[in-house]
């Protein structure tokens, strides 16, 4: 922590097997797994046939897929030289957000969300329980994928700040234009700050029907467990070891919470089963049973899949998922080293998201060479704030006539960059920094000159603002700067 400052004067084991019910099992909002629908979906229904093609190209050119409603055959990609047929549009009700056309180079992420089940049984409008942001790159074949909490307290765009699981629900109940998935899109956007090409969601029953047509999925159990399977079905403890287990108990085990604050650990065993259905599914000995299935298994699964991406671009990029090695696929959960546990103005749990600290977590997924060490944070912090260049506002929110005139030759004196002073729209007992673009370093270093505290920092992601940061000048920061 840099010393505060003051203005100068003018300066394997057994396999866990499916139990047998003569109950038909229930079709529910997929609770509190966000699955990587991209690559069970696609990979599984679609693409596996397609791996597949250059040893049995008939039987995927003689596939008779019916298209979603709305949604007609009416694109064309090329396997080995060989044209096939895939419905177009996205799959998706209408009114969904639209998405723009892909490229097919170009870095590609994806939102990925599950609903919470509680709300679906109770009839009321779902807000989302788990979102995973996963990116692709094709230029560096490589992929990424970052957990974000639901008890994230985000700004969202037209409705203040709540925890980031209310976006959804939100656009849901206000009928806003593309819905819940696209005020979730745009929140996360502004919290993140990259951009997100496209949506999805799956529910409980696709993701436990996918799980059991590829024989379900081996994960290495670091440690005790008991999971409660949905329904009737009874609690189950895993030792440590390596289980198979069917999509009833592989459901169960990503959404198991031990204890309150235990989504950080839900969240890594997300990321180990969406891992361990690829796997399971790029063993050879998988493909011949699935490419003779993957037209049915589509077929029964479609209507739990909801996306803003065409059948043609998430097959492309489904290609593209089974190439990549598993060595350049990265993972990244915001964990308790990013946030403050806090309580909402209402009482609720919140955490309160160190802007800087997540930020390098995030650059550890979606930056293509080595990621930014927070070592570096302690090393030489200037000469990354020199790096970055960002580009400040300096706004005054205080009654002191010329403070950001004086604060700005303070801040061009430190090296930084002030491009515009300006007073504030409004008056603000506590100076605060807005966040319009990614400059963590340059971020750190003001909250630690300024003493600005963590809670007023705001990502509002901007990335066509003419500055990268607006600071806010409160009568704080004129108390303890007098004007001479």
């Known amino acids: 922590m840099l010393s505060p400052c003051r203005l100068p004067k003018w300066t394997e084991q057994t396999p866990m097997t499916q139990k047998n019910t003569s109950q038909p099992r229930r079709r529910v909002v997929f609770d509190r797994l ?41 694109s064309t990609t090329t396997v080995n030289g060989t044209p096939v047929s895939l419905p177009g549009g996205a799959l998706q009700p209408e009114g969904g957000p639209t998405a ?12 990925l969300m599950g609903l919470d089940y509680r709300d679906w049984e109770a009839g009321e409008v779902p807000r989302t329980d788990s979102m995973i ?19 994230m307290w985000v700004n969202i765009p037209g409705y203040d700040y709540y925890k980031i699981n209310q976006a959804y629900y939100f656009g849901e109940l206000d009928q806003l234009p593309g819905g819940g998935p696209a005020l979730a899109v745009k929140t996360v956007e502004s919290f993140i700050g990259v951009p997100i090409n496209y949506y999805a969601q799956i529910d409980f029953g696709a993701f436990v029907r996918v799980i059991d047509e590829i024989g379900g999925v081996k994960i290495d159990v670091p440690e005790k467990i008991t999971i409660d399977p949905i329904g009737d079905s009874p609690k189950v403890t895993l030792e440590p070891g390596r289980y198979t287990l069917n999509g009833e108990l592989a459901l ?21 089963v969406i891992l361990a259905v690829r796997d399971r599914i790029l063993q050879f000995d998988q493909m011949p049973s699935l490419v003779t299935k993957a037209p049915k298994i589509y077929q029964e699964i479609s209507s739990g899949l909801q996306t803003n991406l065409t059948f043609d671009q998430a097959f492309r990029l ?11 696929i990265r993972k990244a959960v915001i964990g308790p080293s990013e946030v403050e546990f806090a309580k909402s103005p209402d009482g609720l749990d919140i955490l309160i998201p160190y802007p800087d600290r997540i930020r390098l977590v995030r650059d550890q997924v979606f930056t293509s060479g080595d990621s930014i060490s927070p070592i570096a944070l302690t090393e030489d912090l200037k000469s990354q704030v020199a790096t970055e260049a960002a580009r400040i506002s300096v706004q005054n929110g205080s009654y002191t006539t010329g403070l950001a005139a004086l604060t700005a030759e303070f801040f061009r004196s430190q090296g930084l960059t002030v491009t515009e002073e300006t007073n504030a729209s409004d008056i603000y007992s506590v100076t605060t920094i807005y966040v319009l673009s990614g400059k963590p370093y340059t971020v750190r270093y003001l909250a630690d000159i300024m003493q600005v505290e963590n809670i007023r920092i705001y990502n509002r992601y901007e990335p066509t603002a003419s500055v990268d940061l607006i600071v806010t000048l409160g009568t704080d920061w004129a108390d303890a700067n007098p004007m001479p």
């Open 252 to 272: 169960a085990y990503a959404r198991s919470r031990k204890g309150s604050g235990d989504d950080f650990a839900r969240a890594e065993r997300q990321q180990q």
């Open 133 to 151: 942001l996963l990116t692709i790159d094709p230029m560096t074949s490589s992929a990424g994928m970052l957990s974000i909490p639901r008890d």
């Open 34 to 74: 966000t699955i990587l629908l991209l690559i069970v979906f696609v990979i599984l229904a679609i693409v596996t046939g397609v791996a597949v093609f250059r040893l049995v190209k008939n039987t995927v050119a003689g596939w008779n897929i019916t298209p979603l409603e709305g949604v007609s055959i009416q």
């Open 100 to 111: 723009e056309p892909w490229d097919g180079n170009s870095r590609v992420t994806i939102l």
């Open 318 to 328: 489904g290609l593209l998922a089974m190439e990549l090695p598993a060595e350049n």
